[in-house]
């Protein structure tokens, strides 16, 4: 008889361990056992909870954007004019929970994934959306006309500060905070 309570604790824990692991390995090349093995469970109860290694996968990423979204949303509610809320969006990209190693190695993995994974493309469409429009938000009453282009370019700028994080192994969220502020310095009037 399963014991009640214990699926979602379970699946908290698999998630948490493609995380870390898929971290490690820095690629999608790691196995449903290493996944189950890290998070103290079997290989046949991750597949029974998930099913396959991307649907794990899928679920941590959802985890991911779920934190995100939520920090994001917290440092927005705290923000009173167009310039903070700019400043928090950056800021929600680059917290300690969404630039740490292990994070960013998921991210990249997840672009990977988009790929070739439809379920995996509509939710890095999703997350593309809400940061252009949280950006475009903010970015309208400032730069007006040149809104679009600015949030296009932060977007990149953001990615390409995980990328090269990614590859570089040197995830300085400082830095990479700093180096976005200060393209806002010299766009923003």
Not at 30 to 56: C, D, N, P, W
Not at 175 to 183: F, G, I, Q, S, V
């Amino acid at each position: 008889m399963p014991k009640l309570g214990v699926e979602p604790i379970r699946k908290a824990a698999l998630i948490n361990a493609t995380i870390a692991t898929v971290g490690r390995a820095g690629s999608l090349d790691v196995t449903v056992a290493q996944i189950a093995r890290e998070a103290g469970m079997s290989s046949a109860l991750a597949h029974h909870y998930f099913g396959s290694k991307e649907r794990i996968f899928l679920a941590a990423m959802r985890h991911i954007l779920a934190g995100y979204g939520a920090g994001a949303r917290a440092l927005l509610s705290e923000s009173q004019s167009p310039r903070e809320r700019l400043n928090a969006v950056v800021k929600a990209n680059f917290s300690s929970a969404n630039f740490g190693r292990e994070t960013i190695a998921a991210w990249l993995n997840f672009y990977a994934l988009a790929l070739v994974e439809p379920e995996a493309a509509r939710l890095l469409r999703v997350y593309h959306r809400r940061l252009r429009s949280n950006l475009l938000v903010a970015l309208r009453p400032l730069a007006g006309a040149g809104a679009e282009r600015i949030a296009r370019t932060l977007g990149a700028l953001i990615d390409g500060l995980y990328l090269r994080a990614a590859l570089s192994n040197d995830a300085d969220a400082v830095a990479a905070e700093r180096t976005t502020l200060d393209y806002l310095e010299k766009v923003l009037p």
